[in-house]
T-cell receptor, first 115, second 110 residues
Framework: DAGVIQSPRHEVTEMGQEVTLRCKPI?????LFWYRQTMMRGLELLIY????????DSGMPEDRFSAKMPNASFSTLKIQPSEPRDSAVYFC?????????????FGDGTRLSIL | QKEVEQDPGPLSVPEGAIVSLNCTYS??????FMWYRQYSRKGPELLMY????GNKEDGRFTAQVDKSSKYISLFIRDSQPSDSATYLC??????????FGKGTTLSVSS
């Protein structure tokens, strides 16, 4: 059974460019989470969806960040315009059942560098 | 005060040692406690899950929750070089998403 699939694995781009990160959750999972991981701040929840609907986006740092989930098998996280401080590893995770007590399955992340 | 505090380490031990990893938290409403293991350049994977207080054992791993002290621990017995990774605690209350600690980096030398 395929796990959570993220693309691209690495992205290097210049400040001001639009960045789109993609995620395919595990089939049958109805929760999808986007995280950002840095040395300074650890793993931070940006936004999560339940049945394709955004439930909590309080972790989205600013209006430059947006996330969509057009269907149960695909989600995007977009940064426009990108800034050097957005450099981090971005993870997508999915889970079934309830939001608080089911294991989350993570992808291998997108390593983003903004020059 | 952050909701979840975790000493980042790094922690270095010889093979065969007993390892103790800890987290403290401030929200007394937390009921679900998890430990994730993250290898370099990979996503975190669930290692242990405990509901409310008490102990849970799985092979060489034991998770403990002390709600009165707001303190959770992960013990690794007979540590192996393959245990070298970053360990993240995570916890939540009913109806809310997990909150993760920053992670403790463990290195086990052979």
């Amino acid at each position: 059974d395929a796990g959570v699939i993220q693309s691209p694995r690495h992205e290097v781009t210049e400040m001001g460019q639009e960045v789109t990160l993609r995620c395919k959750p595990i089939s049958g999972h109805d929760y999808l989470f986007w995280y950002r991981q840095t040395m300074m701040r650890g793993l931070e929840l940006l936004i999560y969806f339940n049945n394709n609907v955004p439930i909590d986006d309080s972790g989205m740092p600013e209006d430059r960040f947006s996330a969509k989930m057009p269907n149960a098998s695909f989600s995007t996280l977009k940064i426009q315009p990108s800034e050097p401080r957005d450099s981090a590893v971005y993870f997508c995770a999915s889970s079934g059942g309830q939001v608080n007590n089911q294991p989350q399955h993570f992808g291998d992340g997108t390593r983003l560098s903004i020059l | 005060q952050k909701e979840v505090e975790q000493d980042p380490g790094p922690l270095s031990v010889p093979e065969g040692a007993i390892v103790s990893l800890n987290c403290t938290y401030s929200n007394s409403a937390f009921q679900y406690f998890m430990w994730y293991r993250q290898y370099s350049r990979k996503g975190p994977e669930l290692l242990m899950y405990t509901y409310s207080s008490g102990n849970k054992e799985d092979g060489r791993f034991t998770a403990q929750v002390d709600k009165s002290s707001k303190y959770i621990s992960l013990f690794i017995r007979d540590s192996q070089p393959s245990d070298s990774a970053t360990y993240l605690c995570a916890m939540s209350q009913a109806g809310t998403a997990l909150i993760f600690g920053k992670g403790t980096t463990l290195s086990v030398s052979s």
